[in-house]
Nanobody
Framework: QVRLVESGGGLVQAGGSLRLSCVAS????????VGWFRQAPGKEREFVAA?????????NYAASVKGRFTISRDNAKNTVYLQMNSLKPDDTALYYC????????????????WGQGTQVTVSS
């Protein structure tokens, strides 16, 4: 079993920045991909970004965040980060960290492990 714990959410003004962290514990060696997803009130959970846990560290981003968000990892700390810059009110959501044992993909249903989420609120 893999346990994921997110942190770093908060309230920020539009144009500001936040860095989210996701720490993996348990059978973290089973992880191939770690992704960030978000869910706004009344909307479906959506893919934000993902990173390969392998040495290559391949990344993928949703079009809505590309150029503003950066996903990175620290394998020694079993931690994945999401640096969010130039935040917009539309980025307001509950942000989840998720992991899977297979390569990067987008559908939420294909991720096996989920954290509890961290709230990000961007004021205008």
């Amino acid at each position: 079993q893999v346990r994921l714990v997110e942190s770093g959410g908060g309230l920020v003004q539009a144009g500001g920045s936040l860095r989210l962290s996701c720490v993996a514990s348990g059978r973290a060696l089973n992880i191939n991909t770690v992704g960030w997803f978000r869910q706004a009130p009344g909307k479906e959970r959506e893919f934000v970004a993902a990173i390969s846990w392998s040495y290559a560290g391949n990344t993928n981003y949703a079009a809505s965040v590309k150029g503003r968000f950066t996903i990175s990892r620290d394998n020694a700390k079993n931690t994945v980060y999401l640096q969010m810059n130039s935040l917009k009110p539309d980025d307001t959501a509950l942000y989840y960290c998720a992991a899977r044992a297979a390569p990067i993909t987008y559908p939420t249903r294909l991720y096996d492990y989920w954290g509890q989420g961290t709230q990000v609120t961007v004021s205008s």
